[in-house]
């Protein structure tokens, strides 16, 4: 189990300790048939199919992939044909083999009025088939872990709910080691002590980046290594690449932020170191207010009359404290129909959330 795990880990990074408890619950699946699967769900981009790919693909077990959107067909039981085709190639096998369905939100979801006769069928033909396979042991990757219907996710079938989250700079480096050394990207650093030294930085600056978004970044940083026909690449390509590419969770919200900081506002320093205390100090400083006991605000007001700079001064604010920053107009929130602005806010927020640490910027 340990080669197992170790090669695993040499090819996706960041997640160490959930690639043990997969490989725990397929070694498990040799002994039991009661343990039918996992499913593993999170943002995209956050490494699912890779994960599921490089564990079967090292456990020496046979094993098969199916991209669920494929199985539907405009002719009638074509589509049941082949999810049903799918299932038996895996139990004609002796050994326990490893199924891995990709997107399996689009065939377990959850059952309404609204969905197709097909969807039903297909849904039902799915859950028979888990209950009847034995020696199988299922993989079901979704980023829409609310859709999937609670009947598949009973005790007996896919019961077991894992979370792939990246949000410490520990696993991005990880996961940056990965990219920049052979499996994607041969980057040419000048040693391996600046090497270390680059990507811990961009580790401790790329908060909310997803293993997708890592990967264009680095592709970014080799784009314009191959323009400038340099040697070897520096931390001013990582630089540059940083400032393209940006965490593609926060595309709805997300805004650019202009070009601009504290020392282009005049007439107001009392408000900006003000706000410096409030807002930057908490997120470069959190074990002085650890030590001290101290919750620092978890938000403030900017008011005043229309042109004196609020705007201006929030994408300051932005720009000094080199986290995520998310701008919404209140406008983009507020609907006419019952219940669509509370799902508005409750998105919003888990959006920042998700890509913590976010200065999240509500105009109006």
């Known amino acids: 189990m340990e ?30 048939s009661r343990s039918k699967g996992i499913l593993l769900y999170g943002k995209p981009g956050t490494g699912k199919t890779a994960l599921a790919m490089a564990v079967a693909k090292f456990s020496n077990l046979p094993y098969y992939v199916l991209n669920t959107p494929d199985i539907f067909q405009t002719e009638e039981g074509v589509s049941e044909t082949k999810l049903f085709a799918f299932f038996e190639q895996a139990k004609r096998c002796n050994a326990l083999s490893i199924l891995i369905l990709d997107e399996i939100d689009m065939i377990a979801g959850k059952w309404t009025s609204k969905r197709s006769a097909l969807d039903m069928r297909i849904s039902s033909l799915l859950m028979s088939l888990i209950d009847k396979s034995d020696n199988v042991f299922l993989i079901g990757l979704t980023n829409r872990i609310h859709a999937i219907e609670p009947a598949f996710l009973r005790s007996g079938r896919l019961d077991d709910l894992q979370e792939i989250v990246i949000k410490y700079p520990e696993q991005r480096q990880q ?30 600056k790329t908060h909310g980046f997803v293993p997708s978004d890592l990967q264009s970044l680095s592709s970014q940083a080799t784009l314009l290594l191959i323009k400038q026909q340099s040697s070897h690449v520096t931390m001013d390509h990582f630089h540059y690449a940083l400032s393209i590419v940006k965490p593609s969770n926060l595309n709805e919200f997300a805004s650019r932020v202009p070009d601009v900081s504290f020392k282009d506002i005049f007439g107001i320093d009392d408000i900006i170191q003000e706000i410096k205390t409030s807002v930057i100090q908490p997120f ?23 042109g004196v700079g609020k705007t201006m001064l929030c994408s300051a604010l932005a720009s000094e404290a080199g986290v995520n920053f998310m701008l919404v107009e209140s406008s983009q929130i507020r609907s006419k129909i019952v219940g669509e602005s509370e799902k508005g806010i409750a998105k919003l927020f888990a959006q920042a959330r998700s890509n913590a640490p976010c200065i999240l910027f509500i105009d109006q």
């Open 284 to 306: 470069q400083q959190p074990h002085k207010y650890l030590e001290l006991g101290i919750s620092p605000p978890k938000g403030i007001l900017i008011h005043g009359p229309t």
């Open 175 to 204: 996961i940056l080691e990965i990219i920049t050394k052979g499996n994607c990207v041969d980057l040419p650093f000048k040693s391996t002590q600046e090497r270390t030294q680059i990507l811990l930085e961009m580790s401790q």
């Open 3 to 32: 080669r197992w795990q170790d090669q695993v880990v040499s090819q996706v990074g960041g997640c160490s300790e959930l690639v043990h408890h997969i490989i725990q619950r397929i070694s498990a699946a040799t002994l039991s």
